[in-house]
């Protein structure tokens, strides 16, 4: 089987959310994308080094109703909205950030444009 590496956007949108100092994101597949696929190379470790946080700050839970993932990053605002110093502090970019994930994905043929990596 090839593999290709593809980015999140490609294959799914994002929305953030946070409560306290944790960030809450749902990864939602466009139609025709496998959810199943997305599933099994999202993982824990995966995502904490993208976001450069241990593993035990990070949960997925699949939600296959929606196609959709729940994650979140515990740790990871800087104190919550209230007494962070950053400039997103309810973590809203976040959601871009996790879009801009590289993960390896099974080649198609619903994708032939997509290199081979």
Known sequence: MTVVTRRLWDIAHAR???????????????????????????????????????????????VPRLSALTLVVRGGLAGGVTRSPRVDPHGKTLSGHLLDLR???????????VEAS
């Open 16 to 62: 953030a959310g946070d409560k306290g100092d944790s960030s809450i994101l749902l990864l939602r597949t466009y139609p025709g994308e496998d959810f199943g696929t997305l599933v099994a190379v999202l993982t824990v470790a995966r995502v904490a080094e993208h976001f450069q946080v241990p593993a035990d700050a990070v949960s997925i839970t699949p």
């Open 103 to 113: 993960v390896p994905w099974p080649v198609s043929d619903r994708h032939p444009d």
